[in-house]
């Protein structure tokens, strides 16, 4: 803070400029600009709808409680499978499967935890094969 009169700087996206008003944001992106941001980078998830994921706590133990609740039988293995998976161009997001799970294994796509995120791509890549 020494050599600034006790401000900080900031890198330049959020560093603000005085106006009569107060401030604005110094890319122009505001109440007041004619700028807009800029469209997402990836589509995908417009594509389709959001799936629901298995993830590592299922391996080994495949209590198939979440299959039988399925409405679209979207929840696959065979016997040789450590775990089951569910088919994302099957799933329709109803969630029945997750209360379902014994093991909490079971996510909505768009809340799997950190540490599980390799998951969603197993579970689409499993389909593929």
């Given at each position: 803070m020494c050599g600034q009169g006790g401000r900080r700087s900031r890198n330049a996206s959020t560093v603000s400029t005085p106006t009569r008003l107060g401030h604005r944001p110094v890319d122009g992106i505001?109440?007041?600009?004619?700028?807009?941001?800029?469209?997402?980078?990836?589509?995908?998830?417009?594509?389709?709808?959001?799936?629901?994921?298995?993830?590592?706590?299922?391996?080994?133990?495949?209590?198939?409680?979440?299959?039988?609740?399925?409405?679209?039988?979207?929840?696959?293995?065979?016997?040789?499978?450590?775990?089951f998976y569910i088919d994302p161009d099957e799933c329709i997001d109803c969630g029945a499967c997750e209360p379902e799970c014994p093991v909490t294994a079971i996510f909505a796509e768009d809340a799997v935890p950190d540490d599980q995120q390799k998951f969603i791509q197993i579970n689409a890549d499993y389909f593929k094969q």
């Amino acid at each position: 803070m020494c050599g600034q009169g006790g401000r900080r700087s900031r890198n330049a996206s959020t560093v603000s400029t005085p106006t009569r008003l107060g401030h604005r944001p110094v890319d122009g992106i505001g109440v007041d600009s004619k700028v807009t941001p800029e469209a997402p980078v990836s589509t995908k998830d417009f594509d389709k709808p959001m799936t629901y994921v298995i993830t590592e706590p299922c391996i080994g133990v495949k209590d198939a409680s979440c299959v039988d609740v399925c409405p679209v039988d979207c929840i696959h293995a065979t016997d040789d499978d450590p775990m089951f998976y569910i088919d994302p161009d099957e799933c329709i997001d109803c969630g029945a499967c997750e209360p379902e799970c014994p093991v909490t294994a079971i996510f909505a796509e768009d809340a799997v935890p950190d540490d599980q995120q390799k998951f969603i791509q197993i579970n689409a890549d499993y389909f593929k094969q």
